[in-house]
C-alpha cells in the first residue's frame, strides 16, 4: 500500500444561544452584536462586529471598513487585530465574538470568518503564542464555540514554512 487515508476534525461547542453561555462569554456576544452598528457596510450592507477580551482584560472592537474599491475593504476581525497589535502591542488575544446582520438587521447562522481573517488569526496566535478561542454567532441563536481559531484553517501556510 502506497498511501494512507487521513483525517482532519475538530471538536466545538454548540449553544442553543447566548443565554447558555459563561456570564463572560455572553457579555463578549452582546457586545459584538451592539458593535455591528458602528460597520462601514454602504455597498454590501453586510454589518460585521467583532469583539475581543485581551489577556490583560481590555476588550477591542472590531467592525468591517468598506471602500468604493471593493478590494479595499478591511473585515472586521482584520480592523479588531490591527487596532489589538497598535493599541496592546503583544498582548494575546484570549476570545474573540463574531456575528454579522444584513440590511434587515437579523441574522441566525453563526458567522463564518472569511479565509483572509482565517490567515491573520493564525499569525496572531503565532505571534503571540496563544490560541485565539472563538464565538460564532448571529444577531440571535445558535453561538459556536471554537477552541483555537486555527482550527478553521487545516495545512495553513505560516512563517515556519518559510525557513
Ligand atoms: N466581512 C467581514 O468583515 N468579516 C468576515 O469574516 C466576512 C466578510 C465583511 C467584508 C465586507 O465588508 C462584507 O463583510 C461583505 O463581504
Known amino acids: ?6 483525517t482532519y ?3 466545538y461547542e454548540e449553544y442553543l444561544n447566548s443565554d447558555a453561555l459563561s456570564p463572560a462569554d455572553k457579555a463578549l456576544v452582546e457586545a459584538a452584536r451592539k458593535v455591528t452598528a458602528d460597520a462601514y457596510a454602504p ?3 453586510f454589518n460585521v462586529g467583532a469583539v475581543a477580551l485581551l489577556k490583560n482584560g481590555q476588550t477591542i472592537n472590531g467592525t468591517n471598513q468598506e471602500n ?3 478590494p479595499v475593504t478591511i473585515c472586521a476581525e482584520r480592523v479588531l487585530m490591527s487596532a489589538a497589535s497598535v493599541l496592546h502591542k503583544d498582548v494575546p488575544i484570549q476570545t474573540m465574538a463574531i456575528t454579522y446582520h444584513n440590511l434587515n438587521g437579523s441574522s441566525i447562522k453563526p458567522a463564518s470568518p472569511c479565509g483572509m481573517c482565517r490567515q491573520a488569526l493564525k499569525e496572531y496566535e503565532d505571534r503571540t ?3 485565539i478561542r472563538l464565538l460564532l454567532t448571529g444577531m440571535e441563536g445558535k453561538v ?3 477552541t483555537q481559531s486555527s482550527q478553521l484553517l487545516p495545512f495553513s501556510f505560516g512563517g515556519d514554512d518559510l525557513k
Open 9 to 11: 476534525s475538530f471538536e
Open 129 to 131: 503564542k496563544t490560541p
Open 144 to 146: 459556536y464555540v471554537i
Open 68 to 70: 468604493a474599491s471593493y
Open 43 to 45: 455597498y454590501s450592507h
Open 1 to 6: 500500500m502506497g498511501s494512507n487515508k487521513n
